[in-house]
Each structure stands twice: as C-alpha cells, then as structure tokens.
C-alpha cells in the first residue's frame, strides 16, 4: 500500500513544569496510522501524554525545507531537532480536539485559542426543534458522550452514518435494528471505540422515542441534541452544566473557521471493513 507523508506539530510534558512542541515528519498507511508512528518515536524522545496540534499532508519528502538536517527516528518518523518548552499551567493549556480531528497547518478564519469546552443552546426553531452542542476535548470526549446517554428519558435507537469524505464514498445509513437499550448501545461504543467515537468519518445517533429526539456525535466530535421536548432540552442543559460545562453565545469549533482533517486511528477498520462488520453484527443499511 502507498505510503503518505505528514508533517505534524506535535506537543507534550517534559516534566511537571514544562510543556515541549517539536515537528515531525511521518510516513503512514493514512493520516491515523501515521501519527501513531509520531507518538512512538516522540515518547522515545521524551514527549509524554503527547497530542498532535496540527497536521499536514506533504507531497514528497523533497519540499520539506532543510531536510538533510533532519533527525531520523524509525524507518517512518523523522524530527527537527529543534523542540521549544515552555511553562505549563493549566489554565493556558490549548483545546485538545478528540481524536478523529485535528487542525489543519495553515492560517484560518479565527483563531485557535477561541475554541474551548462549553456549549451553546438554541431555542426551538420553525420545525419545533431545540438544539444544543456541546464542544469537548480528547481527554474526556468518550466519558462525556456516554454521561449524556443517561440525559435521555429512554433509549431505544441507535444508527451510524459513514459520511463521503471517507474515502470519497458516497454517505451510507447504517440502523441497529437489534440494539434497542442503552445498555447494548454502551458496549458497542466501548468494544469498538476506535471504529465509532475515534472515527473521525462516522457520525452516531442514538434515537429516543420522546418526542423526536436524537443525541449524535457527529465526525467533527461535537455532541449534540436535537428533540421537540422542552423539558428534555432544559434537563439536558442542566445536567451537562453540572458536569462542569458552560453555556455560551460565542460558540467556536473546528467545523466552521478552521481548516482541518479527519482520521481514524491506526488500529481502526477501513470503511470496507467496517461496512462488513455492521454486516455481521445485524446493522441494515437505509437508503437515503
């Protein structure tokens, strides 16, 4: 299989007090495998708990400026060696997106510092539908996801979309049949949470029959609901504000203003092998 290079900007502890940034260069099956590559090779130069802060797809290892003064570190990574520390505390610390999405290297329409961990809610709108998003970072995106299940009176749906940039195939609808509990639909989502909440391709929806509404986390990792029922919409927001997030009314995410990639993890199917695996776990697909 091709290989395809990245460049990523990659940040991490040295130690208790400092944080470190360095660039590294990394061949990969894809974007996801590639930065597995940079997390092994970086932890072996003493980046820990490290996050990659932006990334971008290169042509050939001939554009990289000074290549020759490159470090090598494995057959797939190289690194400058140059790094840059600097302070840590936790109050300045940068938004970490969750894995599946990250920022693409270049200039954008705002900037970075503006995206943060709060929501925003929107009164019901001409069709009778009150919405909320909700922006949460990698560290407790899954935790998050899976608390605000237990927001919803009942659960008793759940289907995944696979959506077109994935491979430039067309958008599929995959519905669960089978999976009609809360219960089921948490242990798929933990069985295979690299296939469905790190899959920066797919976006979840777990169906509640209460008055038409639906809590997805969609390929851009935002996690967001969508019902007809005031009273869910205003429990909702009260327990996701008890979990420590803020509402907001300037609310940004990677989605709009941002240029960025998605991915799935190294250790994740390809579309074709998720498509089987839907198959032979009683998914049927829809067509829309």
Known sequence: MNQ???????????DEESGMYGNFYAYGEHLGDALQNTFIAAMLEDFSNANVVEASLLDSFEVIEDKDELLQLSDSVYMRNTTYTYPLNDLDREFIPPIGIVKATGEDEYDYDLISEQFVAYGQDENGIFELE??????????????????????????????????????????????????QIVDLLMNQKVNTIKNGYVKLVVHSSTEETNLTLDDHKKIQLHTKSEDVFQSFIEQVTSL????TREFYNLEFGFHHWHYRPANSLTREGLISFLQATGFEKVNI
């Open 4 to 14: 395809e290079l990245w460049y990523f900007l990659i940040s991490g502890d040295a």
């Open 134 to 183: 909700l922006v949460v970072g990698k560290e407790k995106l899954t935790q998050t996801f899976l608390k605000a299940l237990d927001f919803l009176p009942v659960v008793d749906g759940f289907w995944m979309y696979m959506q077109d940039h994935w491979e430039n195939g067309e958008m599929e609808l995959w519905y669960a049949l089978h999976l009609t509990e809360k219960e």
């Open 244 to 247: 420590g997030y803020e509402q």
